[in-house]
Structures are given as C-alpha cells and as structure tokens.
C-alpha cells in the first residue's frame, strides 16, 4: 500500500482531476494543507488509543474498516500525491 518512487503503479484517474501539464490551484493546495492538518490532529487524538478495535466508515457505502487501517490508507494516498507533485 505504500509508495514507492521506483515500483509505484499506474493508476489511472479521471481526465478531469488529471493534473498533468496544469497548474494547481492555489485553493486546493490550501484545502490539501487544511485537511493534512486536520489529519493530524485526529492521529494526535487516536494517540495511546486502540486503533484496531474502532471501526471506520468510508467514503464507500457499506465499507468499514479498522481506524488504524482506514489511517494507513489515508496516509499512503497523501504519499502518492506527494511523489507524484
């Protein structure tokens, strides 16, 4: 799950929310740091917490996933965005 420069798979996205050969921008640079930052704090928060018992709800209908799981998810997809800026 997490990203690696050399071995990174491509992904495809919509055209739309393709990047490549655009600018960013600067409202949602703005919006990645905001919810980076609001990222943190609710790792600051699960702190000394089990992680592994709470259950998360996804953007998915009927996806639930472990808080620790549904964290490494959100956190390896900021690194691909990160090495693909």
Do not use: C, W, Y
Not at 20 to 32: G, Q, T
Not at 52 to 67: D, F, N, T
Not at 68 to 82: L, P, T
Request: no cysteine.
């Amino acid at each position: 799950m997490n990203p690696q420069v050399d071995s990174m798979q491509k992904m495809n996205t919509f055209a739309s929310t393709n990047p490549l050969d655009k600018s960013i921008p600067v409202a949602v640079i703005e919006e990645f740091i905001s919810l980076s930052e609001a990222l943190i704090k609710h790792l600051e928060a699960a702190k000394g917490k089990d992680i592994q018992k709470v259950k998360s709800r996804m953007a998915i209908p009927g996806l639930k996933l472990k808080l620790s799981d549904a964290f490494r998810f959100i956190i390896a997809h900021n690194q691909r965005h990160m090495l693909q800026v």
